[in-house]
C-alpha cells in the first residue's frame, strides 16, 4: 500500500446551512413558546383576580401603600366637589372602598390611578376640560382601572413573567434583549385591550351618573388636537393605550349599541 | 427602541463581519494546509519508517484562541433552550484545532516527521454567562529530524 498526502475535499465537521435560516427558525420558535406561556400564564392571572373579593381586593391595594406611596407625585387634595363627582360615580361602580382624588400641579393631559387606591389628576387636564361631563368620564376611566382591577391584572402578569423568566433561566441579559420586543408587544397589546375595556366601563358609569353620555369623547378630542407630533408608523402596537382616533369610535360605537343617548354637558365652574 | 435598535445593529454587524473573518481564515488554513500538507503527521508514539535516520527530536506545540461573533453565540443561547446539534459553534472548534496544528507545523520548518500529535481544548470564560464564548486549543507534538529521507 502507497500512501499518498492529500487533504480531504470537503469538511464534513461544520454544516454549511446557512445561520441565518437556524436563527430565524429558533427566533420564531422561541417567540411563539414565550407567547403561548404569556397567554397561559395571563388566563390564570385573570382567573384568580375575577375569583378574589372585594375585601381582599382593598387588602391588597391597603398593603402596596407602604411601598408604592412614594411614587405618587406630590400633590393637593382635590376640591370638595371634585371629590364629590368622584364619589358618586364610585357608588354607581359598587366599589365597596374609598378612593382618594388629588391634583398634581404637573404639564400633562392625563390622570393615573395608582394601586393603592388613589386617583392623580394633572391640572392642565382640569383646565382643558371645559365640561363636567368630560372630567367626569375621565375620573370614570381610572375608577374602571379599580372595578376591572386591572392593577391586580398587570401585576399577576409581571410577577409570573418574572418568575417564569427566571426558571427558564432567561436572566441572561441578552436572552432578555432578543426576545424584548416580543414581550413588549404582548404587554402592550393586552394594556391597549384593558384601556379599551375601562373605557367602556367609564362609559356605563358616566352614562348612570347623569343618564346621558354627553361629554364623553370630550378627553380624547382635546388629545387629538394637540396630538400632532410624529411617531413612527409602527409605535402604536408598541404604546400602552390604544390609538385615539379609535378610542373615539370606540365609544361612539358602543354608545350606539347600548342606546345611550347624547344631551347637553353641564360647563364646568 | 434605541436599545433595540443597538442590539440589532451589533447582531447585524456581528454577522457580517463574522462572515467575512471566517471566510477569509478557512481561506488561509486551506491554502497553508496544502503547503504543508506532505509532513507527515501522525499521534502514533513511534516514527513511520527507520528510527536510526533521526538526529534530533523535539517538542513542539502550537497554540490559538479564538472566539465566536455575537451572531452566532445569541444562536447558540437559543439552541441551548431547545437542545440539539450546536451549528454556530462547529466553525470555531474546526477552526481552532486546524490553526493550532497549523501553527505548530509551521514552528517546525525542516522536520521530517511529526509523531505524537496531542490536541487540548478549553474553554476560556468558563462559566462567565456574559462573556464572549471563546476556546483555547493547544496542539503539542514531537517533531523529528533527519539528515536523510526515512
Known amino acids: 500500500m502507497e500512501y499518498k498526502a492529500k487533504l480531504p475535499s470537503r469538511n464534513s465537521n461544520v454544516s454549511h446551512a446557512t445561520p441565518i435560516k437556524e436563527f430565524s427558525t429558533l427566533v420564531f420558535g422561541v417567540a411563539a413558546l414565550l407567547l403561548l406561556v404569556y397567554w397561559l400564564l395571563g388566563f390564570l392571572v385573570d382567573y384568580t383576580v375575577d375569583h378574589i373579593s372585594d375585601e381582599h381586593a382593598a387588602e391588597i391595594y391597603h398593603s402596596l401603600n407602604n411601598v408604592a406611596s412614594e411614587q405618587i407625585p406630590a400633590d393637593t387634595a382635590a376640591s370638595p366637589r371634585l371629590q364629590t363627582l368622584l364619589d358618586q360615580l364610585v357608588a354607581h361602580s359598587d366599589i365597596p372602598y374609598r378612593i382618594q382624588l388629588s391634583v398634581a400641579d404637573a404639564e400633562q393631559m392625563n390622570a393615573v390611578a395608582f394601586p393603592t387606591g388613589h386617583i392623580v389628576v394633572f391640572q392642565e387636564l382640569l383646565d382643558g376640560l371645559s365640561t363636567e361631563n368630560g372630567i367626569a368620564f375621565v375620573l370614570a376611566h381610572e375608577i374602571a382601572h379599580f372595578k376591572n382591577r386591572d392593577h391586580l391584572r398587570s401585576m399577576g402578569r409581571s410577577v409570573l413573567l418574572m418568575t417564569a423568566s427566571m426558571l427558564l433561566g432567561f436572566s441572561d441579559n441578552d436572552v432578555m434583549q432578543m426576545l424584548s420586543p416580543i414581550t413588549n408587544f404582548s404587554i402592550a397589546q393586552y394594556s391597549q385591550q384593558r384601556e379599551s375595556s375601562a373605557d367602556a366601563t367609564a362609559l356605563i358609569l358616566l352614562n348612570q351618573h347623569y343618564g346621558h353620555i354627553g361629554g364623553a369623547t370630550e378627553f380624547f378630542d382635546l388629545l387629538q388636537e394637540k396630538d400632532n407630533e410624529l411617531s413612527f408608523a409602527f409605535s402604536h402596537y408598541f404604546a400602552s393605550h390604544p390609538q385615539i382616533q379609535q378610542r373615539i369610535e370606540q365609544l361612539q360605537h358602543l354608545g350606539d349599541s347600548m342606546g345611550f343617548e347624547i344631551k347637553p354637558t353641564i360647563t364646568k365652574n | ?150
Do not use: W
Not at chain 2, 10 to 33: D, M, N, P, T
Not at chain 2, 57 to 84: H, P, Q, T
Open chain 2, 1 to 150: 427602541m434605541a436599545q433595540i435598535t443597538i442590539f440589532f445593529t451589533l447582531i447585524i454587524i456581528g454577522y457580517l463581519v463574522g462572515q467575512a473573518l471566517e471566510k477569509k481564515h478557512y481561506k488561509s488554513i486551506a491554502e497553508r494546509e496544502q503547503a504543508l500538507v506532505n509532513l507527515v503527521t501522525t499521534s502514533s508514539k513511534r516514527p513511520v519508517g527507520k528510527m536510526d535516520a533521526i538526529v534530533h527530536c523535539e517538542l513542539v506545540r502550537g497554540n490559538v484562541v479564538v472566539s465566536i461573533d455575537y451572531f452566532k453565540r445569541l444562536v447558540a443561547i437559543l439552541r441551548n433552550l431547545v437542545g440539539g446539534n450546536v451549528r454556530s459553534y462547529e466553525t470555531l472548534i474546526d477552526r481552532g484545532r486546524r490553526e493550532a496544528i497549523l501553527r505548530l507545523k509551521e514552528s517546525c520548518p525542516g522536520a521530517i516527521q511529526i509523531i505524537n500529535l496531542r490536541i487540548e481544548t478549553s474553554s476560556i470564560y468558563k462559566g462567565e454567562g456574559n462573556q464572549l464564548g471563546s476556546v483555547e486549543v493547544l496542539a503539542y507534538a514531537t517533531a523529528l529530524y533527519s539528515n536523510e529521507p526515512i
